[in-house]
């Protein structure tokens, strides 16, 4: 069992720059392959980026690729996401997911085994 706990959302500016965070409860963490998805209004949830359980490999969207990075330190049981030049359509609830599988390319709602409640990130314009 894996809780996790995301933070550091918030309204940010077109063009600047959040890193939001994921906690996660459990000796298991670093067994796990994490990822962030995101869901805008009135929009379907979508894969953003996955890291594999060492931090090895790392998968991201087209659509955030070059502005969004995926790190996580596995002592202190937590995965990050950087964004960079954020644009008004990633205004998001983004989520923290675990998963006991890594996957090379696709990654759907289906892979993730635990997910956590998500944080709001608004981009203004």
């Known amino acids: 069992q894996v809780q996790l706990v995301e933070s550091g959302g918030g309204l940010v500016q077109a063009g600047g720059s959040l890193r939001v965070s994921c906690a996660a409860s459990?000796?298991?963490?670093?067994?796990?392959?994490m990822g962030w998805f995101r869901q805008a209004p009135g929009k379907e949830r979508e894969f953003v980026a996955a890291?594999?359980?060492?931090?090895?490999?790392?998968v991201y969207a087209n659509s955030v690729k070059g502005r969004f990075t995926i790190s996580r330190d596995n002592a202190k049981n937590t995965v990050y996401l950087q964004m960079n030049s954020l644009k008004p359509e990633y205004t998001a609830v983004y989520y923290c997911?675990?998963?006991?599988?890594?996957?090379?390319?696709?990654?759907?709602?289906?892979?993730?085994?635990?997910w956590g409640k998500g944080t709001l990130v608004t981009v203004s314009s």
């Open positions: 459990g000796r298991t963490f670093g067994s796990y392959a």
């Open positions: 890291i594999q359980s060492s931090g090895g490999s790392t």
């Open positions: 997911a675990a998963s006991n599988l890594w996957y090379a390319s696709t990654w759907l709602d289906y892979h993730m085994d635990y």
